[in-house]
């Protein structure tokens, strides 16, 4: 099974300082989600490992992260892709939860889901601690410079064998004519 891991804001969509907190600031990045259709069709497994701690702060319910969801769903099944499942930490910066990146608990919960090893599972994100959770986990960070990739990039900080591309796009060209 070809299973990959993405972060959400700032990969799929745009992301935002004060939170994407519903389905009308939820915007596609360009070419994002044609890029997680190319991999639906090409038969891998896209899953999503999304930090949403506006849920703790009281931001948005779990009704609302759902409408937002079943908004990218939508959008994405016109071209054709899907997503095969959403892991989220509701959690706080505060609640010591062991999901919320850069802890690797949701990467971790997403092996036993699908009962494999991550040795080689591709995880997309564009902050730093996607890359430490998807390092800690065992998976191959890749880095896109799209949301706060830039800013992550030039930290100086990457985990050793962290992959960079411009965006989800070029990523995937890179993959499926690999
Ligand atoms: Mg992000
Ligand atoms: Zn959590």
């Not at 497994?45 to 937002?68: C, D, H, K, P, Y």
């Not at 054709?80 to 509701?90: A, E, Y």
């Not at 900080?157 to 499926?176: H, K, N, S």
């Amino acid at each position: 099974m070809k299973l990959v891991i993405l972060d959400r804001d700032g990969v799929i969509n745009h992301d935002s300082p004060s939170f994407v907190k519903n389905p009308a600031e939820w915007v596609a990045l360009p070419g994002s989600l044609e890029a997680i259709a190319r991999l639906s069709q090409a038969g891998w497994r896209v899953v999503i490992a999304s930090n949403q701690s506006g849920l703790a702060r009281g931001l948005f319910n779990m009704e609302t992260l759902n409408a937002i969801h079943a908004k990218m769903r939508t959008e994405l099944a016109q071209l054709g892709g899907h997503v095969d499942s959403i892991f989220i930490c509701p959690h706080g910066p505060d609640d010591n939860c062991q999901c919320r990146k850069p802890k690797p608990g949701m990467y971790l919960d997403i092996a036993r889901r699908y009962d494999v090893s991550l040795k080689n599972v591709p995880a997309v994100g564009d902050s730093l601690r996607d890359l430490q959770a998807a390092a800690e986990a065992g998976c191959t960070p890749w880095l896109v410079l799209t949301g706060n990739g830039l800013k992550t990039r030039d930290s100086g900080e990457l985990p050793p064998g962290t992959q960079v591309a411009d965006d989800l796009a070029r990523i995937v060209d890179r993959w499926l004519e690999a």
